[in-house]
């Protein structure tokens, strides 16, 4: 996989293999952002990435606002949705979570703070028409 | 007769017992004069909550005495780990609370200044840089002098693309100090204070500074206020 990447998806088994193809080229101290809309399946992708790395209970942070998983790295999954400012990403130490350079950091929904995003990062936006046709676009910014 | 209650008010402050957790240090140091201290200091990352109290109770140990002999503390309060530092106000809050007895938050970068002060001549010039996420550094400039420092840069934050062209032929401490290619020395091993120049910070610039009142002190998250001011 070489950024800018685009791929479709007709099918969850579509999903799970551009998910696979994704997770082969994830390296520590990446930090990945996910985009689109409810239902458009941020999470699933997550979930289907981090399978990869022996984590089986990545689940939606979207209360707990970021969760921790252990596998053969270690995951911060973000989910920015229920962030009403800034201040309060702050407030929950990020710049912590970004200088752990040894672990890979998942943000959901990271468009509703762009400011708060590092420069360098992965940026993923998944387009959802229905269950059967999504198309996902991979960039990478330095 | 101002000195001389400065004095005695500052007599009272001792042992102080000193926390030191805003970066790669989690230490503690019950400390009663330059002569006479008992610090205890453990490197390990992310240990930080797990250890503090260890480090308390042995550098309590060490000085034998009874925690009820401790006189003030005397916690690094920034800037650092906002991790780091919460962990380390907790700890000074739930003890300082308990013993009824005053908290002086002090300037980390400028702990580290004045400890720097007895390791290189009068005049030489260094920056402390530590990282605020990615893209972001702490960055403040200190002239030593013999037992002080002055302030050349104030404390702030700045870009990490602005950190070259800052700090050309000057000694740099600090977690991104190797990210800087013109510098005389790089430090990077070295990005806090060891805990007993905490302590000695508050015995020197401290007077005064003692704060009873500890409801609601925290730590300087400098990136928090200037959030909160931008949107305010």
Known sequence: ?142 | MIVNLALSSMNNMFPVLAIETSDNICGASVYFNKEKYFSSKIILKHSHSEKIFDAIDTAIRLASIDKTEIKSIAVSGGPGSFTGLRIGMSAAKGIAQSLSIPIIIVPTFEALAYQLCSVFPENTEIIIANKVGRDELYFAKFQLMSNNYIFKEDLKIIPLTEFNSLSKDVIIFGNVAELNSGALVNFKNISAPDPEFIAMWAENFGTGKEINDIDFIEPNYIKDFIVKEKKT
């Open chain 1, 1 to 142: 996989m070489s950024f800018p990447y685009l791929r479709k998806s007709a099918s969850e088994q579509d999903t799970v293999l551009i998910a696979e193809e994704f997770a082969s080229i994830i390296k520590k101290g990446m930090i990945i952002i996910l985009n689109g809309d409810l239902g458009a399946g941020k999470t699933f992708f997550i979930k289907q990435v981090l399978q990869k790395f022996n984590v089986t209970n990545a689940n939606s942070p979207t209360f707990a606002i970021v969760n921790e998983y252990i596998g053969d790295i270690t995951f911060y999954h973000f989910d920015f949705y229920r962030i009403n400012k800034e201040s309060e990403l702050h407030d929950i130490g990020i710049e912590d979570y970004f200088n752990d350079e040894q672990s890979i950091i998942f943000i959901e929904w990271g468009n509703l703070f762009p400011e708060v995003l590092p420069k360098k990062r992965i940026q993923i936006k998944i387009d959802y028409n229905d269950e059967n046709d999504r198309e996902f676009s991979f960039i990478e910014y330095e």
